[in-house]
């Protein structure tokens, strides 16, 4: 059977999606990406705030009009939407003829062939014994190292439907990394809800560092970046930032949300700390690994969030000087205790402040990125730019795939610029989140000094 894909939300639903092509592909079915080809439709839901739920329903909707119109017989849903809404989708859209929920994904041929499809027994979590087929471009890929997530933050519900934290097996992850690497991948991002918890519950200390340490060591005849997303603050632990300082291929990037810097605010978050510390974090952070890329990402109007608790998330944002930072507006889900909270913000004023930090941090990421112009860094080239023809595009180090900026080649000396390669580069020009460099001679193997590769 020809069966087609859309996946939704983020880059552990995006593993998912990979995986459970990889499953239908390995018993002889053909992944095809044009819906309209396609004799079965699966769509990998996300559900984790109001927004990306309304996005899923759309997309179900829309797919279901190639049952209608076009050569689909079967429409199945799967994702974090299932674990929400199971019963509401199956009784709501008749189109749809299976869900497979976030634990079902070894379910998926079932669905697709018509089959009747087992409740889960027990959490999925894969592992590289798993065939999967990537959906990224083919220089990076996601490596998911764990599932589910033991936090108790009192805005989130991602726990309700993903379960308990759980890490996969180092063995597992590092066999999988040289698999992605001698395949060609350049650039592995590991992902969970919080990598910095990774083997906790396999009874590893700085389990995450020790991960990080194995990963390196994988020889590969080219060069690689390896990156590790979604740290929790308080787990970021000197060993940890020594490691990541001493290695190479390890990149000088650290994503982690913060969501507010209110003492006040992040208390009923249930997340505590304030912004003073985590500034301390901060200039740590700095202090054991010159030239780090930080990323953040934060949630404005949560419930009796007041004017001067943002007025100190705004002055702790001035003074943080983040490279990246993402900004949400509180989402009320039903399921989650923040929903009983009172002092609900209302939604024009939660739309204001969303404008004003982002207005904040476009200030600073410009100041930033004025700041590199002029300097030689290496860049992952990524193909042609999908803006022009004229342009190529690339990623710094310190520019993470699908949420950072990115950096356009408009001129190169030597050879013409090839996806995949990590070559040198130095910038010339920059933008808001962008910048502009020249390709510079010479191959990925130029050894450059350790702060310009992290730029
Ligand atoms: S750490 Fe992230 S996934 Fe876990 S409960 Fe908090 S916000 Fe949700």
């Known amino acids: 059977m020809k069966i087609g894909f859309v996946s939704l939300g983020c880059p552990k639903n995006l593993v998912d999606t990979e995986v459970m092509m990889g499953l239908l592909r390995a018993r002889g079915h053909e992944l095809t990406p044009d819906p309209r080809q396609a004799e079965v439709i699966v769509v990998n839901t996300c559900s984790f705030i109001a927004p990306a739920q309304q996005e899923s329903v759309d997309t179900i909707l829309e797919m279901a009009r190639y049952k209608q119109e076009g050569a689909a017989r079967r429409l199945i849903v799967a994702g974090c939407l299932v674990e929400r809404f199971r019963d509401e989708i199956q009784a709501q859209i008749p189109e749809v003829d299976a869900v497979v929920g976030t634990n079902q994904v070894e379910q998926i041929a079932a669905a697709c062939e018509g089959a009747p499809v087992a409740a889960a027994r027990e959490p999925f979590l894969y592992h590289h014994g798993m065939p999967r087929v990537l959906a990224s471009p083919r220089h990076y890929a996601y490596i998911k190292i764990a599932e589910g997530c033991d936090h108790p933050c009192t805005f989130c519900v991602i726990p309700q439907f993903r379960g308990a934290f759980r890490s996969r097996n180092p063995e597992s992850v590092v066999a999988e990394a040289a ?34 340490e194995r990963l390196a060591a994988v020889e590969t005849p080219h060069r690689k970046w390896i990156r590790f997303l979604y740290a929790y603050p308080n787990r970021i632990t000197t060993r940890l930032l020594d490691t990541l300082a001493a290695h190479d291929v390890l990149v000088k990037y650290i994503d982690m949300p913060l969501q507010h810097a209110s003492a006040a605010v992040l208390k009923r978050m249930k997340r505590g700390a304030s912004g003073d510390l985590f500034l301390k974090l901060i200039e740590r952070i700095r202090r054991h690994v010159p030239g780090v890329v930080l990323r953040t990402s934060m949630i404005v109007g949560f419930p009796g969030e007041t004017e001067r608790d943002f007025e100190q998330l705004c002055q702790f ?52 990125n004025r700041a590199r112009v002029g300097a030689t860094t290496e860049v992952l080239v990524e193909g042609p730019s999908p803006e022009s023809e004229l342009l190529w595009q690339a990623r710094l180090p310190g520019q993470a795939p699908e949420i950072d900026g990115v950096c356009l080649i408009n001129d190169f000396a030597g050879a013409p610029p090839v996806a995949g390669e990590i070559r040198p580069a130095r910038l010339t020009e920059a933008h808001d989140y962008d910048l502009v460099a020249t390709l510079l001679e010479g191959s990925e193997e130029v050894r450059l000094p350790p702060v310009l590769r992290s730029a």
């Open 317 to 368: 944002v001035e003074a943080a000087g983040f490279d990246h930072l993402g900004v949400f507006a509180y989402s009320d889900e039903e399921t989650s205790r923040s929903y009983q909270l009172d002092g609900k913000v209302p939604a024009r004023t939660i739309y204001q402040r969303k404008r004003r930090l982002l207005a904040i941090q476009r200030r600073i990421s410009r100041a930033r």
């Open 179 to 212: 698999s992605l690497l001698a395949q060609g991948v350049r650039e592995i991002n590991l992902v969970g809800q919080d990598t910095t918890s990774y083997g906790q519950d396999l009874g590893l200390k700085d389990g995450l560092a020790l991960l990080l």
